[in-house]
């Protein structure tokens, strides 16, 4: 079992970055597949990138790709997710959640307690 925690999040404006992290407990952390997940107010949660177990393999949703990064430093157990290019339908509370298998979607294992996001026009 792994537990996560996630920080970072904020109040940014329109056109700003953030850099999101996400803390695992334990010493498999390595072993997990990692992902964000984010859901906003009154809308069903949303998958936005995944990152294999060694990094090697990484997938971002359209609704993303090319304004995020996912990366991770297991020495640190430790994923991160960079988000530029900041518009308001980015506001939500962002998710990171891991599994021992690679997952586009959001059927994952193992879930963090979530970091707001809000991004002001």
């Known amino acids: 079992q792994v537990q996560l925690v996630e920080s970072g999040g904020g109040l940014v404006q329109a056109g700003g970055s953030l850099r999101l992290s996400c803390t695992a407990s334990?010493?498999?952390?390595?072993?997990?597949?990692m992902g964000w997940i984010r859901q906003a107010p009154g809308k069903e949660r949303e998958f936005i990138a995944a990152i294999s177990w060694s990094g090697a393999r990484t997938y971002y949703a359209d609704s993303v790709k090319g304004r995020a990064t996912i990366a991770r430093d297991n020495a640190k157990n430790t994923v991160y997710l960079q988000m530029n290019s900041l518009k308001p339908e980015d506001t939500a509370v962002y998710y990171c959640a891991a599994d021992q298998n690679f997952r586009v979607g959001t059927t994952y294992a193992y879930w963090g307690q979530g970091t707001q996001v809000t991004v002001s026009s």
């Open positions: 334990g010493r498999t952390f390595s072993s997990y597949a």
